[in-house]
């Protein structure tokens, strides 16, 4: 195999990485970090956004002492809520997973900006809960084993989180209007993924549980959980409800939320979307979507779909990203994206076919409206945390400020010259929990005083305007979220409708009017004739909308009374006045019924007030400094392993990062049960831009006694890697390395005048392509691809050697809703300088049987050993075939048996912890010509009787195969699996091997 090319490929992924590095093609990393303290709670920020982070420190503060005081526990550490600038920063930061049982719980909650303060409000209470409760089940004061037993699923633990945070809202009704039936199956079967739609879904059982239970109950279940390490005990204890009557119970609360019979409407896009638009024409029409992880926008123009740029990375997560696009009359485009730190408004002009881009300084951006085809109004987040109404000039580029109140102005609109917008309360100003639930309204800016439209006052509006020649309609929250109101100059009326909740306007046409709203548990984009909004009817809200206002001023009563200023009460006289002297009865020493009238004394009171720490009002913000630079523990595991030479070993595994997760250190070291032999690993890899270098210094130090291998050798190798990982998405990665070994083999104790002691130094480099697009279901394998390609070589002394073409592929594939199909295969070309691959066996085996021992390439150049891999086939022994090419295939049926049982209960437990599989594995492994050839070894067999060495060349069949079952289950975190496998040599089934081992690979 010719090397060269190997070596131009290398030298040329390098020059094209080297040159992207030069022209700094990536977005910097986000500086001057500050921190302010607001009671328990530090906000971290980007300097500039002290009003914003102010703000967040007071909501965070508030829900934190309401929590503590509610659940009688008070976390030992400070919380801390990074507030990123931009969601594009927040999504692109790490997402650590703290629930290992040795990790701390975690202390950090991650928000990033709104157009509209409650909604940050929202998310700041909701992440603050979170961290709360997981400071409750996992903090110091519980027992490791008892933080390794309590499973934590999203509906228990997030479900809480953004109920208490949130509150029970409109949005919710909307998203339950129309469930499908596979949601409650995802759910079950633990393949619900993050999304608005779960969220709301994973709140309504909580909501259900408050209102049915109360408040209390609620706090005992949380606290009874922690106690029984179990939700299924707590919930019997508490509530007297088993797992299955609460699905039950849950889904029968369901069923009273659904909305009444739709009209049929035509839905334009059939999937799910986040923003739209539609032109004044009705065709022309752009929308944005989630895809592999990232926001990608598209434009349908004449019947054909064209992308548009702007394209972000996005963390799938419980909250879409607020975006806004919009349609001027002659069909210009404008949408918003976001960079690490700020907004970007992109146009796209339909008679120039060019784009532009105009990057503001502000936070979030909500509602755009074209005021001709020159200007743009929209209301924007500035970041000293206010919401104001801005114009931005076209083709200029230049922002104003148009109009600003105390209080959020959202979306606004110009019609018959005067500006209209949806108004909030002031959330600096107003105690912070009540904003929360304070409806949106409607409001007309006259004489620089903004003045409340004709509306009900028990309705919220929400969703945008649509402009007619004599009315304008918003979308009030009476019908499930969502129903069009019109206003004129004097007075407002509700228009017919019956084609679900509308969640914003997107367009109109002379016909028809666009919307978005949920369906089937996602967004969509559907239509409606103009007919129905404008025409007048008479509607009455639901009961589940007066629910839901009933809520919301039963909780925000709740918190006037906590935070009103104190009225003192002064003591009553409560003494009974004396009997007159004409109403006294008679009294004699041996009446026992009648006691002698007394005259009771009173004593004087001294009232004092409420003491300070009873009532606390809410802390004020106090700046500490600039966040300083430190790390933290972002993964520990202390684990058993299993070598196939050199046996029992120990590893212990520690990763951090820095706050900011730009840098990151691990460092893995495993000591084996004999005491010499060892490896440790140090690795260095620089997250702060897109190109990640990485470093890793790896020592590798076994020792071989002479009663196994007739020479008592010790073999220790230095390797040290440097290269640069470039994510080409978020499932395919590139990366490009160099590396440098030294091997030194000790030749510790001779019985021979041998001296088998030995030194080489070898320069490599290689570049690997890996594609990772692998969903996992409780950490189970269920669907996707894993593939790999690599292609490495060694240069020493004027030569190529142990050269390498690498192709591995794995896919994953449910079956029948229990199974899942895995097919794997692995192809290796070596040449015949090329490394060794021993062919047999399976990982982490414990009654491990090692095959020809001694003739491992021990012996050969110390690099050697190093170089050498495993390949496995369970029924073998290690070592079964050798070679330096290798073609191994494998196929698995996976079944979850404690998932095989279809429960239609919420999950409290682990099951995909308890696998059976049936598997079968085809190999070969050669070194010279193909696999047939006879001069490939792999059928020699070396018998040692000193002086002699005698080898015995079979002829053997180069393929060796294997099928059998096993079973794997955890023991406190431990996969253990027991395995019976069947090996297949020339042709004939042999004895069964029974297999015992730790399979942490699927």
Do not use: C
Not at 451 to 476: E, K, M
Not at 684 to 690: A, F, K
């Amino acid at each position: 195999m010719d090397f060269r090319f190997i070596l131009v490929v290398v030298r040329l992924t390098g020059i094209f990485l080297a040159m992207l590095w030069a022209q700094s093609w990536y977005e910097p990393a986000l500086r001057s970090w500050q921190a302010l303290e607001v009671g328990p709670v530090v906000v971290w920020y980007v300097e500039g956004s002290e009003g914003l982070a102010e703000q967040v420190g007071q909501w965070g503060a508030d829900a934190y002492r309401e929590l503590v005081g509610l659940l009688e526990f008070e976390p030992q550490a400070k919380i801390i809520i990074r507030l990123y600038p931009s969601p594009q920063s927040w999504a692109q930061a790490p997402v650590p997973d703290y629930r290992g049982a040795l990790m701390p719980p975690p202390t950090i909650a991650s928000i990033y900006p709104f157009p509209s303060r409650a909604q940050i409000a929202a998310l700041t209470r909701s992440e603050v809960a979170v961290l709360l409760l997981q400071q409750l089940y996992f903090s110091e004061g519980v027992r490791m084993q008892n933080r390794a037993l309590l499973y934590m699923p999203d509906w228990f633990l997030r479900g809480f989180g953004y109920f208490w945070g949130e509150g029970w809202t409109r949005e919710d009704l909307v998203r339950l209007q129309d469930i499908p039936e596979e949601a409650f199956v995802e759910i079950v079967e633990r393949r619900a993924s993050p999304s608005p739609f779960y969220k709301s879904l994973y709140k309504s059982i909580w909501f259900w549980i408050y209102r049915t239970y109360g408040q209390r109950k609620t706090m005992d279940l949380l606290y009874m959980t922690r106690l029984t390490r179990s939700i299924g005990e707590a919930l019997y204890l508490t509530l007297n409800l088993s797992e299955t009557e609460l699905w039950e119970k849950w889904q029968s609360f369901l069923g009273t939320l659904k909305g009444p019979e739709l009209r049929s409407e035509e839905e334009l896009e059939r999937r799910g979307i986040i923003a739209a638009a539609v032109a004044s024409d009705g065709e022309t029409r752009a929308f944005a979507t989630l895809r592999d992880q990232r926001v990608q926008y598209y434009l349908r123009l004449n019947g054909n779909l064209y992308e548009l740029p702007g394209s972000w990375q996005w963390r799938s997560g419980y909250y879409d990203p607020a975006l806004s696009m919009s349609f001027s009359n002659q069909k210009s485009l404008v949408w918003t994206t976001y960079e690490k730190d700020r907004v970007v408004l992109r146009r796209w002009s339909p008679l120039t076919r060019k784009y532009e881009q105009f990057p503001l300084p502000l936070l979030a951006v909500q509602g755009i409206a074209w005021q001709g085809e020159s200007t743009l109004l929209f209301s924007g987040l500035s970041p000293d945390g206010s919401v104001k109404v801005y114009a931005l000039t076209l083709p200029q580029g230049n922002l104003r400020i148009v109009a600003q109140a105390k209080g959020d102005l959202l979306y606004p609109e110009i019609w018959q010259s005067d500006l209209y917008a949806m108004w909030q309360p002031d959330t600096a100003k107003v105690s912070p929990l009540s904003v929360l639930w304070e409806p949106l309204r409607p409001v007309r800016l006259e004489k620089n005083e903004w003045r409340a439209l004709s509306y009900p006052s028990f309705y919220a509006t929400d969703g945008g305007w649509i402009v007619h020649d004599s009315a304008l309609t918003s979308v009030s929250d009476i019908m499930y979220g969502g129903h069009p109101w019109t206003f004129l100059k004097d007075t407002s009326y509700a228009g017919e409708w019956a084609y679900g909740g509308v969640q914003q306007w997107v367009g109109s046409s002379p016909e028809r009017v666009f919307f978005l709203r949920y369906r089937g548990g996602k967004m969509r984009l559907a239509s409606a004739p103009r007919s129905n909004v404008l025409n007048q009817s008479a509607i009455f809200p639901p009961i589940s909308a007066a629910e839901v206002i009933q809520l919301r001023l039963q909780r925000k009563g709740t918190y006037v009374a906590f935070y009103a200023p104190p009225i003192p009460r002064f003591p009553e006289d409560t003494v009974a006045s004396d009997t007159p002297r004409q109403r006294r009865q008679p009294f004699y020493l041996f009446d026992e019924e009648v006691s002698r009238p007394r005259r009771r004394r009173s004593r004087s009171r001294t009232f004092e007030l409420p003491s300070a720490d009873r009532i606390q009002p809410i802390p004020t913000a106090r700046f500490i400094s600039k966040v300083p630079y430190h790390w933290g523990l972002w993964e520990l595991r202390l684990e058993p392993v299993l070598h196939p030479m050199m046996r029992l070993g120990w590893q212990t595994t520690a990763v951090a990062r820095d706050w900011q997760g730009d840098h990151e250190w691990s460092v893995r070291w495993t000591p084996y049960i004999d005491l010499r032999s060892s490896e440790l690993v140090l690795s260095y890899t620089r997250y702060r831009s897109r190109l990640q270098p990485f470093a890793q210094l790896y020592k590798q130090s076994h020792y071989f006694p002479a009663r196994r291998y007739n020479h008592t050798l010790r073999i220790t190798t230095w390797q040290g890697k440097l290269g640069i990982r470039y994510p080409i998405s978020p499932a395919w990665t590139i990366e490009g390395y160099v590396v440098g070994l030294y091997a030194n083999r000790y030749h510790v104790s001779r019985t021979t005048e041998q001296n088998l002691s030995a030194q080489t130094q070898r320069l490599g480099g290689g570049i690997q392509i890996v594609q990772d697009k692998l969903s996992l279901r409780e950490g189970f394998p269920w669907i996707g691809w894993q593939n790999a390609l690599r292609l490495e070589g060694y240069f020493s002394r004027g030569q190529w050697s142990y050269p390498m073409a690498y192709l591995n592929i794995q896919r994953y594939q449910p079956l029948l809703n229990r199974m899942v199909l895995h097919l794997g295969g692995t192809a290796v070309a070596g040449g015949q300088r090329g490394r060794y691959f021993l062919l047999g066996g399976v990982p982490e085996w414990i009654n491990y049987v090692f095959e020809n021992r001694a003739q491992i390439p021990l012996l050969t150049e110390p690099v050697g050993y190093f170089l050498t891999e495993y390949a496995f086939v369970p029924g073998f022994p290690y070592h079964a075939r050798r070679g330096r090419n290798l073609i191994l295939g494998s196929a698995k049926v996976h079944m979850p048996m404690l998932a095989w049982r279809r429960e239609m209960r919420l999950p409290s437990r682990q099951v995909y912890g308890f696998d059976w599989y049936l598997s079968y594995y085809i190999g070969t492994t050669w070194t010279t010509g193909n696999p047939f050839s006879q001069k490939n070894p792999i059928d020699a067999e070396f018998i040692f009787r000193p002086p002699l060495v005698i080898s015995v060349q079979a002829l053997k069949s180069p393929f060796i195969a294997s099928f059998g079952t096993g079973i794997v289950f955890q023991v406190m975190g431990l996969p253990i699996s027991v395995e019976v496998a069947w090996p297949i040599e020339e042709g004939r089934i042999t004895k069964a091997t029974f297999i015992a081992g730790l399979r942490r690979n699927f």
